[in-house]
C-alpha cells in the first residue's frame, strides 16, 4: 500500500511539473521559415528573440480562455496535491480520498477544455512559417490529461489502509 501511495504521489508531482512546463514554455506550435525555426506557445512568438503573440480579434477570447484554463489546471492539481498530504495524515483508516480525486478531476477537465480549444482554433497557425507542427508543450499537455484523470480515479478508488 505504502508503494501504492509513493507512486501516485510521484505521478501527481510529475503532473504539476509538466503543467507549469506546458503552460509557461513557448513551444505549443512550431514552424519553420527562412531565418530558422519559429514557435508560438500560449503567451510568446519565439524565432531567434520573443515577442508578443499575435492574434486577432477574434481569436483573442479562444487564446484568453485557454491561458485561464491551462493556470487553473495548475492551481487545481497543486490544491489536489496538497488536500492529499493532508487526508493521508489525518483520514481515518478505511476512508478514501474523495476530495482529493474529486478537486484532480476538475483539474483534469480544465486541461480538457484548454487543449481541446487549442485544438480547434489554433492547431497549423504559425505565422510567418511554413511546415506547422505541434511542439513538445502541447504534447505534454495531453500527457497530463491523461495522468490527471488516472490519478483523480485511483484517488476515488483508494482506500487509506
Given at each position: ?107 483534469w477537465m480544465c486541461i480538457l477544455i484548454a487543449v481541446s480549444i487549442y485544438t480547434a482554433r489554433f492547431t497549423g497557425t504559425v505565422v510567418y512559417s511554413t511546415n506547422p507542427h505541434h511542439g513538445y ?25
Amino acid at each position: 500500500m505504502l508503494v501504492l501511495l509513493a507512486g501516485i504521489f510521484v505521478v501527481h508531482i510529475a503532473t504539476v511539473i509538466m503543467l507549469f512546463v506546458s503552460t509557461i514554455a513557448n513551444v505549443w506550435m512550431v514552424g519553420s521559415s527562412n531565418i530558422g525555426t519559429i514557435s508560438t506557445g500560449l503567451w510568446l512568438l519565439c524565432n531567434k528573440t520573443c515577442t508578443q503573440l499575435p492574434v486577432s480579434s477574434q481569436d483573442e477570447a479562444s487564446l484568453k480562455a485557454v491561458q485561464a484554463f491551462m493556470i487553473l489546471s495548475i492551481i487545481f492539481s497543486v490544491v489536489a496535491l496538497v488536500l492529499f498530504i493532508i487526508q493521508l495524515f489525518t483520514l481515518e483508516k478505511g476512508k478514501r480520498f474523495y476530495m482529493t480525486g474529486a478537486v484532480m478531476l476538475v483539474c483534469w477537465m480544465c486541461i480538457l477544455i484548454a487543449v481541446s480549444i487549442y485544438t480547434a482554433r489554433f492547431t497549423g497557425t504559425v505565422v510567418y512559417s511554413t511546415n506547422p507542427h505541434h511542439g513538445y508543450c502541447f504534447i505534454l499537455a495531453w500527457i497530463c490529461f491523461c495522468f490527471s484523470f488516472i490519478i483523480g480515479i485511483l484517488y476515488l478508488v483508494l482506500r487509506k489502509k
